[in-house]
């Protein structure tokens, strides 16, 4: 198995390596890769020192899977180049996601759809997968007919730079716009401008949980509107989620389903305060689901609370999933 990394030096990149670590992955040659700004950088992974080597240098030595984590342009341009040389790529950029030629992959609900056709392989946004992995089994048990969406997202989802800005503005430093991964400050602030705005007034993270939710679960009626909101918390996303079902339910059924899934932890126990919260998602890879109850103003409505960690499940822990499944298979 030779498995290569790219975009190794990133925030996204280095828990990659500790998701591949932790979870066992078997690689026989490991390939770090990056910008050529980062080539000949060392690295440790397992204990072993490597050198980032170039996009070039990585598609000649052929590797079996390559999980790109780059961003956008960096994956348009050199992921169908992996690919020609007969590697998966498995990317965690928007580049591919609705591509409908390309999967749009979360283990638990359609790797079985995978073949030996799928070259490249979209990871979904980190908000969708958290929460299109706890609606899977609703859907198919009671039917979606609209859901509302409120995401609490970690800076964490904006790279290094928001890192930066959090860290610089928490230790007392003033807002620098010149520096800034926002256009304004994000300690002890919440600024409801996630990704770039569009022509209709949402922003392109609030338009991805609708168009991502719905080719991932297979249904284009599905009514769905998101509000993406960033928060000054280190690690972790947390979503309010009001599903209006097509068919009765029961909260004992809800929550049967959801502890019967796998990657879903329940913390639904409001007599002892217990409920999902990003401090505690923080390096878990599992979705964290509670605050479980009926939206008592409309018929089979259901409000959930959805926490899960953006760099693990969200990011790293699923290309890894996807990477497991195609190595099992």
């Known amino acids: 198995m030779k498995l290569a990394v790219v975009g190794v030096t990133g925030l996204v990149g280095g828990v990659m390596m500790e998701v591949l670590t932790e979870r066992g992955f078997h690689i026989d040659e490991f390939i770090p890769v990056a910008s050529a700004r980062s080539v000949g950088k060392k690295i440790t992974f397992q204990e072993k020192e490597y050198s980032v080597v170039s996009m070039e240098s990585a598609i000649e030595m052929a590797p079996d899977i390559a999980i790109f984590s780059a961003g956008g342009n960096t994956s348009l341009e050199w992921?169908?180049?992996f690919a020609e040389v007969g590697t998966v790529v498995i990317d965690n950029s928007s580049a591919w996601r609705m591509d409908p030629d390309k999967s749009l992959c979360v283990p638990e609900i359609n790797a079985k759809d995978l073949s030996s056709e799928d070259?490249?392989?979209a990871n979904p946004n980190c908000s969708t997968i958290q929460m299109v992995a706890t609606l899977a089994p609703l859907h198919k048990a009671f039917g979606i007919e609209r859901l509302v969406i409120s995401t609490y997202q970690s800076f964490t989802g904006t790279g290094v730079n928001a890192v930066n800005q959090y860290k610089s503005e928490k230790e007392g430093n003033?807002?620098?716009p010149e520096t800034a991964a926002y256009h304004h400050p994000i300690f002890e602030n919440c600024?409801?401008?996630c990704d770039i705005f569009l022509d209709n007034g949402y922003t392109k993270e609030e338009m991805k949980l609708v168009?991502?939710?719905r080719k991932i679960l297979g249904d284009q009626s599905i009514k769905i509107t998101a509000t993406a909101v960033?928060?000054?918390v280190?690690?972790?996303h947390s979503e309010s989620v009001n599903v209006q079902f097509k068919n009765n339910f029961s909260i004992d059924e809800v929550i049967t389903l959801l502890n019967d899934t796998s990657g879903i932890v329940v913390q639904n126990d409001i007599n002892n305060n217990e409920y999902p919260m990003?401090?505690?998602a923080k390096h878990k890879n599992e979705v964290f689901v509670g605050r479980i109850r009926r939206d008592e103003s409309v018929e089979n409505g259901l409000n959930l609370w959805i926490v899960s960690d953006n760099l693990r499940k969200g990011a790293a822990t699923n290309a890894v999933q996807i990477a497991e499944y195609l190595v099992n298979k």
């Open 234 to 236: 280190d690690g972790g």
């Open 174 to 176: 003033a807002y620098n």
């Open 211 to 213: 168009h991502e939710t």
């Open 191 to 193: 600024i409801p401008h």
């Open 79 to 81: 992921a169908p180049k």
């Open 278 to 280: 990003p401090i505690y």
């Open 230 to 232: 960033r928060v000054p």
């Open 119 to 121: 070259k490249i392989i």
